[in-house]
């Protein structure tokens, strides 16, 4: 349309000279009162009629277009106003309806899975069409599918392409326009158009102009639709963030992240815990005035990852806190890699096992005390207070000659004395699996078959007093003559009861009865070196040990006197 207004101005001017020449004819016609007109004064008239109504008509044509042209430009700056994709595809709809008179308006567009699938249907009043009144020729929308040109027919029931299609003749469909919408010549979407009341409502200006509209509003499409796709990842990634946020915040263990330059760039709360800090405090400060002493190893396990760009895992680290002094961690580090695969930081995970490091040193320190076997058995959500009745070999063991030692020698010396004994005491029990009951100041109580049961207990019992007195003489080598003493040791086979006595607050698994004060009674009779055991013990192991008829001793606070055995070896 803009190359033809330079020409039709000009026909234009050409015409109105004419009609100046013309009048001035006329004019002088009259004035000199000669009223006989030239020739061809009626045909030059006729022939200015028909050009003036030929210019009428390029005019009108001329306006519509210049009409058209200003419609796609105010359309184009209305659509674009918004990247609202449900906006827009409103605006869009309304406006074809509007510059093409159609009744109604379909918009289809393609979904994930190729097929097309309406997104907005409007009609002539701004009103959306609902689900049940979507009637309109498929057929035509398939066709445009199928080859991507636009299809316009003036009346579809008489159209031969179409008046035999079903939907057409059901739905009493006449005006059809119907145009593709491409975007980088793939067919994205479909814009249907329809009169079912009138024929001849469309005609080529109107499938131009709904082509070029088309090309303008399916930028905006993808424009919303990139927005809408922008907007919908934001939000997915921002609720990915909470959620990440919300997992790193609630991870029990300390997470903390740095940079190339050792300073921290992220803290969780278990981290500002453990490492005692705030998240502002921690964040941007240097590994360095975190960790003071003993934080060498750890930055040589940072500087490996660097190296390597591997994970290290179970590092055990005792370090002094700026804020907390004196931990053990347990940490595992793992190079942050970003773009390209390239290191930018590390990650450290925590783990403070200060505690547990404690617990584990009192266990260790309970099980010299008590027998692992023992332990095993108790369970701290089962305890209670009381026992039961078991058949066990009882041994006691005292050092002979200890006292009087004690009175010669400054308590540091003769600790250290008594634990030389007392140990090789516990080794000989438990290597036996026995358990140990106490240690009651020189002298070492232990049973055996409970809380395990063993058929061969009695004879766990005098091999470990056996080892007992090989353990002692080997320390005897060690140590000056006046420092070399001897065990007494007791045995005897009887009924007991094992169990928790004591309160709450202090409770003891021990054994109590009678057999345990004849054991007891048995090792006083003891002389230095000497194993004796009861006749019940004895019958038990016979066959299995070299021994000797002692006689009889009367226990203090029994009325039978005992009959006891002296071991020499094993069989």
Request: net charge neutral; charged share 20%.
């Amino acid at each position: 349309m803009g190359n033809q207004s330079p020409l039709l101005s000009q026909t234009l001017d050409q015409q109105v000279t004419q009609l100046i020449r013309l009048t001035n004819q006329i004019r002088d016609i009259f004035i000199r009162g000669n009223y006989t007109l030239p020739s061809n004064f009626f045909e030059q008239l006729d022939q200015f009629s028909s050009t003036l109504d030929s210019l009428s008509r390029q005019i009108a044509q001329l306006e519509r277009g210049n009409q058209d042209l200003r419609a796609l430009v105010e359309i184009s700056q209305i659509i674009n106003s918004s990247l609202d994709l449900n906006i827009v595809l409103k605006i869009v709809m309304d406006t074809i309806i509007y510059l093409t008179k159609a009744e109604r308006g379909f918009m289809m567009l393609r979904n994930n899975n190729g097929s097309m699938a309406i997104r907005v249907a409007r009609n002539w009043e701004k009103e959306t069409i609902l689900p049940d009144d979507y009637l309109f020729s498929r057929s035509i929308v398939r066709q445009v599918f199928s080859d991507g040109k636009p299809v316009l027919t003036t009346n579809a029931r008489e159209d031969p392409r179409f008046s035999s299609q079903e939907s057409v003749v059901n739905n009493n469909l006449r005006s059809i326009l119907c145009v593709p919408l491409k975007f980088r010549n793939e067919l994205i979407g479909i814009i249907y158009t329809d009169n079912r009341t009138r024929a001849g409502v469309f005609g080529a200006r109107e499938r131009d102009l709904l082509v070029a509209f088309a090309n303008q509003a399916v930028i905006a499409l993808e424009n919303a639709r990139l927005f809408e796709s922008t907007r919908t990842t934001l939000t997915e990634v921002s609720s990915l963030k909470g959620l990440m946020d919300k997992v790193f915040t609630s991870i029990a263990s300390g997470v903390i992240t740095t940079d190339e330059n050792d300073c921290i760039t992220l803290s969780n709360l278990a981290a500002d815990y453990i490492l005692g800090g705030s998240r502002n405090e921690l964040v941007g400060k240097p590994l360095q005035e975190v960790f003071h002493s003993g934080a060498e190893d750890l930055f040589q396990s940072i500087a490996w990852v660097w190296k390597n760009e591997l994970p290290l895992v179970g590092i055990e680290l005792n370090t002094n806190l700026a804020a907390r002094g004196p931990v053990s961690l347990q940490l595992n580090i793992s190079p942050l890699k970003g773009d390209g695969h390239v290191i930018q930081g590390v990650a450290i995970v925590l783990e403070d096992i200060s505690e547990k490091k404690r617990l584990q040193a009192q266990r260790r320190l309970f099980e010299r005390m008590v027998s692992p076997a023992v332990i095993k058995e108790l369970n701290p959500d089962e305890l209670q207070l009381g026992g039961k009745r078991t058949k066990i070999t009882t041994l006691f063991a005292d050092i002979r000659g200890f006292t009087g030692l004690s009175e010669q020698l400054p308590p540091e010396q003769l600790v250290d004395i008594l634990n030389g004994y007392l140990a090789g005491a516990a080794e000989a029990v438990l290597s036996h699996q026995g358990t140990i009951d106490k240690f009651q100041g020189d002298a070492v109580m232990a049973w055996f078959n409970a809380p395990i049961p063993q058929e061969d207990h009695t004879l766990r019992a005098v091999k470990a007093a056996l080892d007992l007195q090989k353990a002692t003489c080997s320390l005897q080598q060690s140590l000056p003559v006046r420092f070399q003493l001897s065990f007494g040791i007791g045995i005897h086979y009887g009924e007991a009861v094992l169990g928790l006595v004591g309160s709450e607050k202090r409770l003891d698994y021990t054994a109590i009865g009678d057999s345990i004060n004849t054991a007891k009674r048995i090792q006083e009779n003891a002389a230095s070196g000497q194993i004796l055991i009861s006749s019940e013990a004895y019958e038990r192991v016979a066959n299995q040990v070299v021994a000797r008829q002692h006689g009889t001793i009367h226990p203090k606070g029994k009325s039978q006197p005992v009959l006891v055995y002296e071991v020499l070896s094993l069989v």
